[in-house]
DNA sequence: TCACACCCTTGATCTAGGTCAATGCCAATT
DNA sequence: AATTGGCATTGACCTAGATCAAGGGTGTGA
């Protein structure tokens, strides 16, 4: 536990995040096997939802490939996104049978499922996957956190600020890429759904990104690439610490 | 793990929440011995700032009594609060030094500390430590979700009283009585830090609190006693399901 | 090629909540 | 009993972002 990784790790060892060399560099051999058995493959399309608030979740699972999104909403159609699920990130919870929020695929997705019961049992014979899954969920806590001063604190462009950083972020991780000053992506949300997970609506997302473009923060290719020609002047626009979050 | 509880537990054997009764249940003595060896108490005086956000910290805690909150503030003096800390709730985090919130003791607290590599050292020697606190880490991570919706969609009154019902449930919680619909308790939080933790100012904090006294949703015995003559009108104003939360 | 469905942008207007400022309350101190 | 200081309340006004409304691309299927 004293020397893990604190970001998300890409793929390792095989297809299955479970494997991370996190925990690889601590498992025998005979663990990987006894995952092997009780794990599945499942693909969804964009657009489905995997899971609904308030069904039975009868498995767990990690993210392969693609993108879903966690979100609540209430009676009058009010809705917050809580999540971004990336590749590698983990999906359900242990001991809960009932989905508390609506689990939605944003593009085409890979999921590796394990089934809720014998995962439990398998968590309690080997204390490395349950030692795992703590250092993912106080990540996932603390970017949690980090997301309420977005939702609670910050203006509307600071907002789009902080996402787009996010979004770079990930994507340079996801490429194992170093973040560099310069950078470009690909926006994987509508602008529905990014004011979902800002807290605004739609109208909002786009005039900000308009303006950020205006002001030359970012360039947009077509409606769905960005490129940011000074990743540091986003930074100063997201109303972030320089240093650029809490890691380690 | 199956029939673990998912609400905080008040305390119960002894003082120290690590041994609620969920652990203690599948602990053995060995365990709750060696627990007693590396634990010391420390109090902290209300308005104390017990840790400093990048600070190091050696220490993980957990709360015996009183109340602390977690807050991040941002450079020019915004601030949100992202946690509220009572009775039971844990602390630091196992495998990072550096804190990444300011934690204030609202009013005088005890806390139970652990030195931070002694306890890292005994949460691989006795897996279930590890399990009580992935359980504990993953109830944090929805209530934080659940803050984000509060955060982003709600409505300053829906914020308030939603506010008024955590507080309402959790002290209800502590006195270990049930929830029942009507129930009066104090406010720990001055109004300017309801406003962190709601997003607000504490003008409008104020403002909304005479407005849901004026249409008699709440009473006030002076400016910090409420009481609630019907907890499920104070739930339809707070925006949320009837069934009150996620939990199982 | 037209038409329909999506997604996105932009403008005009409205309003919830922020900002600024005055005042009130009460407990502690002198 | 006067003073000080920390909270809290209330009013007047302002503004960031919501709401309402119109139109513009782009892709897909008939």
Redesign the pocket.
């Known amino acids: 536990m004293q020397n893990a990784p604190t970001v998300k790790l890409p793929l390792e060892c095989g297809d299955c995040p479970i494997r991370h060399n996190a925990v690889c560099a601590r498992c025998n051999n005979e663990e990987l096997i006894s995952l092997d058995k009780i794990k599945y493959y499942r693909s969804f399309q964009a657009?489905q939802t995997i899971i609904w608030s308030g069904d039975e979740m009868d498995f767990v699972a990690s993210v392969v490939s693609g993108i879903a999104t966690l979100s609540q909403t209430m009676e009058d159609g009010r809705t917050q996104m809580v999540g971004l699920m990336l590749p590698s990130d983990f999906v359900g919870r242990p001991g809960r049978s009932i989905a508390p929020y609506d689990v939605v695929a944003v593009n085409d997705m890979l999921m590796c499922c394990f089934r809720r019961k014998p995962f439990e049992e398998l968590m309690i014979k080997t204390p490395h996957v349950g030692q795992r899954l703590l250092e993912m969920t106080l990540d996932e806590l603390d970017a949690a956190r980090e997301w309420m001063l977005v939702l609670g604190r910050?203006?509307?462009?600071?907002?789009i600020a902080s996402l787009l950083m996010i979004l770079g972020r990930r994507n340079a991780a996801l490429n194992m890429t170093v973040a560099k000053s310069s950078m470009e992506f690909d926006?994987p949300?509508?602008?529905?759904?990014m004011?979902d997970y800002l807290?605004?609506?739609?109208?909002?997302?786009?005039?900000?990104?308009?303006a950020l473009k205006r002001d030359g923060v970012i360039e947009?290719q077509?409606?769905?690439h960005v490129s940011v020609p000074d990743f540091n002047r986003l930074i100063d626009e997201s109303g972030d610490d320089a240093d650029g979050g809490l890691l380690t």
């Open positions: 657009g910050k203006t509307a462009r600071e907002k926006l949300l509508t602008r529905e759904a004011a807290g605004l609506t739609l109208e909002t997302v786009s005039r900000q990104i308009s947009l077509g409606k769905r």
